[in-house]
């Protein structure tokens, strides 16, 4: 009875490792978050192990279907959309009640693509420490955090869509205008770009270029 925590590509196919393709193979079911974006990259590698859906909003029916397939001694694999599941979604919910109501279940991580480091690694900032956010809060305790970041001396780390990248760095220019961004989009795809600059100088970017507000954005502030 495994369940497999199995990192998927962040953007390009290609960066899935040979071990999450053996296994992807093997498991008897794949808990996805969306198994239309799940079965893409399974078409692409010739995969057929069927799915099925686990994401944010799923009942704690859908726990309870899982434990007792472990239970059954099936094995499980888990995946999210794009990179490591259980880093800012719903994973981490399953993990838990699984190691607290099936402790003998085994839980594996099979590592790969992460947005969270591939930015940190290309970003330049200097030490290897760095507090990272997840997702902001849309509204309760936000400024807050805009604060916490504008004092702090460790670079932070966050995540934000496209919806919300502006007000972010609207907050940012006001609580913080002399630290420094790196902004990493479209990671691993085509058009993968860093945008560097202080809050100013990056929101001056985008509001020059509309374009580049799409997809998700892992932003650094040091």
């Known amino acids: 009875m495994n369940l497999y925590i199995i990192a998927t590509p962040i953007g390009n196919l290609e960066d899935i490792t040979l071990r999450a393709l053996r296994i992807l193979k093997e498991v008897d079911i794949i808990f996805c978050e969306d198994t239309r974006t799940t079965k893409n990259l399974l078409k692409h590698y010739g995969i057929t192990t069927p799915t099925d859906s686990f994401y944010a909003q799923s009942k704690l029916s859908k726990i309870d279907k899982i434990i007792n397939l472990l239970r ?3 094995n499980l694999a888990l995946v999210s959309d ?3 599941p259980a880093i800012s979604d719903p994973g981490s919910i399953l993990v838990s009640k699984i190691r607290q109501d099936l402790p003998e279940a085994k ?9 969270l480091t591939a930015t940190f690694s290309a970003s330049g900032v200097l030490g ?4 990272f956010l997840g997702f902001l809060p849309h509204k309760k305790g936000r400024e807050t955090l805009f604060k916490e970041i504008a004092e702090s001396k460790r670079p932070y780390i966050f995540f ?9 760095l609207e907050s940012l220019k006001k609580f913080a ?3 420094k961004l790196v902004i990493g ?5 085509i058009y993968e770009e860093f ?7 990056v929101q001056k970017i985008f509001k020059d270029n509309s374009e580049k507000i799409r997809g998700e954005f892992v932003v650094i502030v040091y």
């Open 195 to 201: 945008l560097l600059g202080t809050p100013e100088e």
């Open 107 to 115: 839980i594996i991580p099979i590592p790969g693509a992460s947005s």
């Open 128 to 131: 290897g420490e760095f507090t």
């Open 160 to 168: 934000e869509s496209p919806h919300r990248i502006e007000k972010a």
């Open 72 to 74: 059954e001694g099936k």
């Open 82 to 84: 794009a990179g490591t």
């Open 185 to 189: 989009r479209e990671l691993t795809k």
């Open 177 to 179: 205008p002399d630290k």
